[in-house]
């Protein structure tokens, strides 16, 4: 999930047409120095559902905050998510990921 996380911030965020939302688990944002460039007026607005475990130790905590500050500072809408957990998934991250899947769902069909 981490490596899909940030394939799809990579290419979700500079996708021509309209997603629903991006989903990135215990990941990071690449190449962000070139984002405001590429980003597409398609997804300024995606939801984005980004979650990370406090104890990961294959993504540092800080590295993923710092995307979601970089994110969040480029003004995508970033629904943050921190979980005690490392590189994996749990439970409570699962439910989120549902409620969150459900209200971009119902979103896009508006």
Request: overall charge neutral; some cysteine.
């Amino acid at each position: 999930f981490s490596q899909g996380g940030a394939i799809a911030l990579q290419t979700g965020l500079r996708h021509p047409h309209r997603l629903a939302g991006i989903m990135a688990l215990s990941t990071y944002l690449r190449i962000a120095a070139s984002l405001a460039a590429e980003a597409s007026a398609a997804n300024r607005d995606v939801p984005i559902f980004y979650a990370h475990g406090t104890f990961d130790p294959v993504i540092p905590l800080t590295m993923a905050t710092a995307s979601r500050d970089a994110l969040a500072a480029a003004g995508y809408r970033v629904q943050w998510h921190e979980y005690a957990m490392q590189h994996s998934v749990c439970a409570e991250e699962v439910a989120a990921i549902s409620a969150w899947l459900r209200d971009a769902w119902r979103d896009a069909a508006r």
